[in-house]
């Protein structure tokens, strides 16, 4: 079974702290992607990654970053934490190609994150 | 812009059947999929359709039109566990993943 786990299940921060969530998967997938998810909006990406140092923005990569230094852990970096950005975060993986099952994104259990 | 609409919540009764439908406008279309999602957890994969038609997966079953732009998923012999929300994502033109809102489900006894 393909295993994706995130560092924290609950993280709670001051407003102007620098955050870190962290993400490992076992299944050696080359395409990992952070979203974050409110009630009633879909998963927004925040950022993906295709490879190793590889990143691409996704929709809502303002006030993020993010870290791929090993084919096997995506980090999500919050430089200066603020309210706004309390909310779910998902990471996920999936395999590099067009076929539907490659497409397939695996999850992590997600991290809900608190800033005050 | 693309979009894709989801009822926001459903209530059904155990043991019966429920439809949940999504509509979806997106700049190209390359497959859809169906997740599940219990509160608090991660959402899990379901099934994915490409092609017109019903793709089977025991008490689940996935519909797609890609000329109306339409799915639905079809859940059978409802069960308590089914209590979930149910996501849907359509696979873009560039391979991206675009995400419904979700539709919760609640089974009643």
């Known amino acids: 079974d393909v295993k994706v786990t995130q560092s924290s299940r609950y993280l709670v921060k001051r407003t102007g702290e620098k955050v870190f969530l962290e993400c490992v998967q076992d299944?050696?997938?080359?395409?990992m992607f952070w979203y974050r998810q409110d009630p009633g909006l879909g998963l927004r990406l925040i950022y993906f990654?295709?490879?190793?140092?590889?990143?691409e923005k996704g929709d809502i990569p303002e006030g993020y970053s993010v870290s791929r230094e090993k084919k096997e852990r995506f980090s999500l970096i919050l430089e200066s934490a603020s309210t706004n950005q309390t909310s779910m975060y998902l990471c996920a993986s999936s395999l590099e190609g067009q076929g539907l099952a490659k497409n397939i994104q695996y999850f992590g259990a997600g991290t809900r994150l608190s800033v005050l | 812009g693309q979009n894709i609409d989801q009822p926001t919540e459903m209530t059904a009764t155990e043991g019966a059947i429920v439809q949940i439908n999504c509509t979806y406008q997106t700049s190209g279309f390359n497959g859809l999929f169906w997740y599940q999602q219990h509160a608090g957890e991660a959402p899990t994969f379901l099934s994915y359709n490409v092609l017109d038609g019903l793709e089977e997966k025991g008490r689940f079953s996935s519909f797609l039109s890609r000329s109306k732009g339409y799915s639905y998923l079809l859940l059978k012999e409802l069960q308590m566990k089914d209590s979930a929300s149910y996501l849907c994502?359509?696979?873009?033109?560039?391979?991206?993943?675009?995400w419904g809102a979700g539709t919760k489900l609640i089974i009643k006894p």
């Open positions: 299944m050696d997938h080359e395409n």
């Open positions: 994502a359509v696979l873009d033109s560039n391979y991206q993943l675009i």
């Open positions: 990654s295709y490879d190793v140092k590889m990143k």
